[in-house]
Every structure is written in C-alpha cells, then in structure tokens.
C-alpha cells in the first residue's frame, strides 16, 4: 500500500509540473504572437502615442539653433524648453524632422536655458 501511495504522489507531482510548462508556453507564445504582429511589446503600443504618428508643423520659438536664446519647441502636443544641464552645458532643441536636441558647451556659462 506504501508503494502505491508513493506512486500516486509521484504522478501528481508529475502532472503538475507538465501542467505548469503547459501554461508558460502558452503565456509566452501569447506575449511572442503579440510581439511580432504589432512589431513591439503588448505594452508599448501604448506609450508615447504622440511619437508613433507625430503630426503638424514643428514651431521652434527662439528659431533654431540659438544658443544665447531660451526657446521652446513645438511639435503635436510635445513642448520641449532649452536649459541648462550644468552651469556650463546648454541643452538646445529645434526642429527637423520633428523635435532634435543637441549639448552645447558654453564659452562662458549657461544661465537659464542660454548662453552667456
């Protein structure tokens, strides 16, 4: 009776380890039929929508690349403002093909989203 005991508890054992390789593979092969359909994981079809299909016209208010000039740029609903990254580094955005930033390193100082 002992041997039969041991037996069963060794066929549940067994079935619920194949149980569990059953339901990751399904959860993975999920997850994976996602992936290649979308071109992306599940969850980031959904972030950052705005950068997916960007429209309108890009706006740069200090006219481009005008390191002596705080500006802020425009482009669909995402606003980006020069500042300063450190007390001598300009972070400068303007507009191609969209928003692009560039670092600048100021001669003197960088004081408020310019150079001085």
Do not use: W
Not at 36 to 64: F, R, V
Not at 73 to 94: A, P, Q, R, W
């Amino acid at each position: 009776m002992g041997k039969n005991l041991g037996r069963k508890d060794t066929d549940l054992f067994s079935a619920t380890i194949f149980a569990f390789f059953v339901l990751l593979l399904f959860v993975f092969s999920v997850n994976v039929g996602e992936r290649i359909t979308t071109g992306m994981a599940p969850h980031a079809q959904y972030e950052n929508l705005e950068l997916l299909s960007p429209t309108g016209e890009c706006k740069d208010s200090d006219g481009g690349r005008d390191y002596f000039d705080k500006g802020s740029v425009v482009f669909s609903s995402i606003v980006k403002t020069d500042y300063c990254l450190s007390h001598s580094t300009l972070v400068e955005y303007y507009c191609h093909n969209g928003i692009e930033s560039e670092y600048r390193v100021c001669e003197n100082r960088c004081l408020d989203g310019r150079c001085v």
